[in-house]
């Protein structure tokens, strides 16, 4: 049985590199303008209330830390630690032509693990193909001799 790698796959994020975030999305950076704006512009003789103030900052703090958890995430998913265990086995990854487009797959056992510009590869039959192409992992089984 294969077992699959759909975190690693580039068909897993969406084409227009927001990684299924909608342009809704609103950044932190765009929330704390809105909250400064709102500060400057708030009216003197009504200010805004301190629990109005204090659920505002807690939303954004909350915001900052799901931010954070989601780049430690993708960090661990794709630390050397998890890579390096495909070391022996056999792995299936997509190949591409010159345009960028999917042409179909590969498999090859990995024969270790490079960083190269901060990216990994996975070092197959003499050639390095990107841990994110990467689809599918089994572990080979040697059959016996009759």
Same mark, same amino acid.
């Given at each position: 049985?294969? +077992?699959?790698?759909?975190?690693?796959?580039? +068909?897993? @994020?969406?084409?227009?590199? /927001?990684?299924g975030q909608s342009g809704n999305v609103m950044?932190?950076?765009?929330?704390?303008?809105?909250?400064? =704006? &709102?500060? $400057?512009? &708030?009216?003197? !003789? #009504?200010?805004?209330?301190?629990?109005?103030?204090? #659920?505002?900052? #807690?939303q954004f703090s909350s915001l900052e830390q799901?931010? *954070?958890? =989601?780049?430690?995430?993708?960090?661990?998913? &794709?630390?050397? %630690?998890?890579?390096?265990?495909?070391?022996?086995?056999?792995?299936?990854?997509?190949?591409?032509?010159?345009?960028?487009?999917?042409?179909?797959? *590969?498999?090859?056992?990995?024969?270790?693990?490079?960083?190269?510009?901060? !990216? $990994?590869?996975?070092?197959?039959? %003499?050639? $390095?193909? #990107? +841990?994110?192409?990467?689809?599918?992992?089994? @572990?080979? /089984?040697?059959? !016996? !001799?009759?």
């Open positions: 049985m294969a +077992v699959q790698w759909p975190y690693y796959s580039k +068909v897993n @994020t969406s084409p227009n590199g /927001t990684n950044g932190k950076d765009q929330f704390l303008k809105i909250l400064i =704006t &709102q500060l $400057q512009n &708030q009216d003197p !003789a #009504a200010p805004m209330q301190d629990r109005e103030f204090i #659920a505002q900052m #807690a799901m931010m *954070n958890m =989601t780049k430690e995430i993708t960090d661990l998913r &794709q630390s050397l %630690g998890i890579a390096s265990g495909m070391i022996g086995k056999e792995v299936t990854w997509l190949t591409y032509d010159e345009t960028g487009e999917v042409t179909g797959q *590969n498999t090859g056992v990995v024969e270790g693990i490079v960083i190269k510009d901060g !990216a $990994q590869y996975a070092e197959i039959d %003499g050639r $390095q193909v #990107a +841990v994110g192409d990467i689809v599918g992992m089994r @572990t080979v /089984t040697e059959e !016996a !001799a009759p």
